[in-house]
């Protein structure tokens, strides 16, 4: 069996199995390495929204798919960017938010796609992943919101 928990798949080997079989289950071995490696191409979009001092940024399209749980509260860094102190590691990264994630009016932190603010402090526990400050997605970010890496998160919640 080949387990990839990098890229979130699993596939199994038979050795004793002839003909047809053999060549269905290498085509699946091929569909689930392509797929695997789909989810950290290039290709995603991200936009910055700024209100006062603050600002965030928003993934518009692409770099979903990654699974790593990510968990931390809210930061905002010296730039006035948001971003997350990983819980484990104590280590800050700025975040780019899902889509459809805004400013606060006030300035004062984030409002998810579902209505829920979260502002400097606020526990959080969401899935996305990390991708390398230098990726081409964040070569146009502003200076403070960059990082040796980026959380990438698909989806966020409070942590109570």
């Keep these: ?3 990839d928990e990098e ?3 699993s596939c199994v080997f038979y050795d004793n199995v002839s003909g047809m079989r053999r060549v269905l289950i290498g085509a699946a071995l091929i569909a689930c390495a392509v797929g ?3 989810t950290n191409e290039p290709g995603g979009k991200v936009t910055v929204d700024t209100a006062g001092e603050t600002t965030a940024v928003i993934v518009t399209q692409g770099l979903t ?3 790593a749980e990510v968990i931390g509260s809210i930061t905002s860094l ?3 960017c948001l971003g997350v102190t990983h819980l484990d590691t104590t280590k800050t990264y700025p975040v780019a938010w899902p889509d459809g994630t805004r400013i606060s009016r006030n300035g004062e932190g984030v409002i998810l796609p579902n209505g829920v603010a979260l502002t400097e402090g606020t526990a959080i526990r969401g899935t996305g992943g990390f ?3 230098d990726a081409e997605e964040f070569t146009s970010l502003p200076d403070g919101c960059q990082g040796e890496e980026i959380a990438v998160l698909s989806s966020v919640s409070r942590q109570d």
């Design 65 to 67: 798919g990654m699974e």
């Design 78 to 80: 010296p730039s006035g």
């Design 131 to 133: 991708l390398p400050g």
């Design 36 to 38: 695997a490696c789909a």
């Design 7 to 9: 890229h979130g798949f």
């Design 1 to 3: 069996m080949l387990l």
